[in-house]
Every structure is written in C-alpha cells, then in structure tokens.
C-alpha cells in the first residue's frame, strides 16, 4: 500500500511564526502535491513537484514555500504564518506508472492564532 | 479553464437508503480523467474511482455505481442501500492530459458532506 505521512495532524502556531508542514512518501513516486481545505472550497493546489528540485506554482500559492530536496519528501513552509493561513492541509504524491491516481496523506490541522 | 462542480452541499439520509452525489465538471480537452475521493473523519482522502472520458460504460463496485455521461458532462455516484460507515465528504475530480504535462494536477469540486443516520 502507498503511504503518505504528514508530520503532525495538529499544529498551533502564532502570527508570524516560521512553519514547516512535512510530508513523506514511500513509493518512489515523482509527483508530490500540497492543498488545503477549506469549507466550501474543496482542495485548492498551493505548489506541486513533479521532481527532485523542481517544484510549480498552483492556484494558492501566495504566502507560502516548498522545498523537496529528496524524492520522497515535499515540505511546506509558511515563511511569516497569518490567521488567514488556519486551515488542513493536505500532501499527495502520484506517478506517471500509477495511473497518475493522487494517494494522500491524512492532512494536519494548522491553527495560526 | 477547468471546473468541478458539486451542487450539493449536505446530504442526510437514513440507513437503507440509495442516494446518488452529483459531479458537472467542465474542460475544453478531449483527453481527461475523473475522479471521486472519499474522505471519511479521519481526514485522508482515500481513491474510489478512476474513470477516463473514453470509457463511459457505468462500473458497479459492491454497493457503489458510477453514471458517467459525457452528453451532460457528468460523473455521478450512487451509494446503495447506505451504512453509517458511508458517512464522509465526498469529493468529485478533474485531470485532463492537455500536453502530457499536466504532471497528474486534480481540480477539485467542493465537496459533499453526507451523513446516514441509523
């Protein structure tokens, strides 16, 4: 079975803190995904890496970071968190050899007060 | 641009009963992929379905079933005979292959809450 782990489900942080939200995979797979989740907004992409390195822009990307220096690890950095940062937030990976099918981790609550 | 739509909000139902969570989505591509996700309390997004717009046989899987129609770009699914267990946010997904480099990117639709009830 594919497994994606989060680093914590639970998080609080205050305004202005630097965050780093982890996510591990291990199934070799070269995709690796950052959403959040929102009420009545479904998942929205913030950044996604289709490679070592390499990394995109999604549709939120606006205040945050990411950083994957291995393959099996996409990090998640909210340089300055705000209020408007409190959210789930949700890592994926999928690959080409996988039917491009998103397997997902089981998201961590980020509180920024 | 491509788009997901669940119009449904919240569903409650009472155990035993059928019900069917709508998907429209929209996309200018020929060649995409749809998905639907169950997300139960735990929070993890687990894979129900994948469904290419070249195949649009219904598929039937235990009391889940499939109704992909292309003339209404639709994707609905219909859970039969309902168990609390089904109880979870329901999310319906769009990836087209525009390119070959859309790197496997989902749009989500916002999602159903459904909840049986004993």
């Known amino acids: 079975d594919v497994k994606v782990t989060q680093s914590s489900r639970y998080l609080v942080k205050r305004t202005g803190e630097k965050v780093f939200l982890e996510c591990v995979q291990d199934?070799?797979?070269?995709?690796m995904f950052w959403y959040r989740q929102d009420p009545g907004l479904g998942l929205r992409l913030i950044y996604f890496s289709y490679d070592v390195k390499m990394k995109e822009k999604g549709d939120i990307p606006e205040g945050y970071s990411v950083s994957r220096e291995k393959k099996e690890r996409f990090s998640l950095i909210l340089e300055s968190a705000s209020t408007n940062q409190t959210s789930m937030y949700l890592c994926?990976?999928?690959?080409?050899?996988?039917?491009?099918?998103?397997?997902f981790g089981a998201g961590t609550r980020l509180s920024v007060l | 641009a491509q788009k997901v739509t669940q119009a449904q909000t919240e569903i409650s139902v009472v155990e035993k009963e059928d019900v069917t969570l709508d998907c429209v989505y929209e996309?200018?591509?020929?060649?995409?992929?749809l998905f639907w996700y169950k997300q139960p309390p735990s929070g993890e997004l687990v894979f129900l379905i994948r469904?290419?717009?070249?195949?649009?046989q219904n598929e039937i899987s235990g009391r889940y079933s499939w109704n992909f129609q292309k003339s209404t770009s639709s994707f609905n699914f219909t859970i039969t005979a309902s168990q609390v267990v089904d109880s979870a946010v329901y999310f319906c997904?769009?990836?087209?292959?525009?390119?070959?480099?859309?790197?496997?990117?989902?749009?989500f639709g916002q999602g159903t809450i459904l909840t049986v009830h004993p």
């Open positions: 994926a990976s999928s690959s080409r050899v996988a039917k491009n099918i998103q397997y």
């Open positions: 469904r290419n717009s070249f195949d649009e």
């Open positions: 199934m070799d797979h070269e995709n």
């Open positions: 997904a769009l990836r087209s292959n525009a390119g070959g480099t859309s790197y496997g990117k989902l749009t």
């Open positions: 996309t200018r591509d020929t060649t995409y992929y």
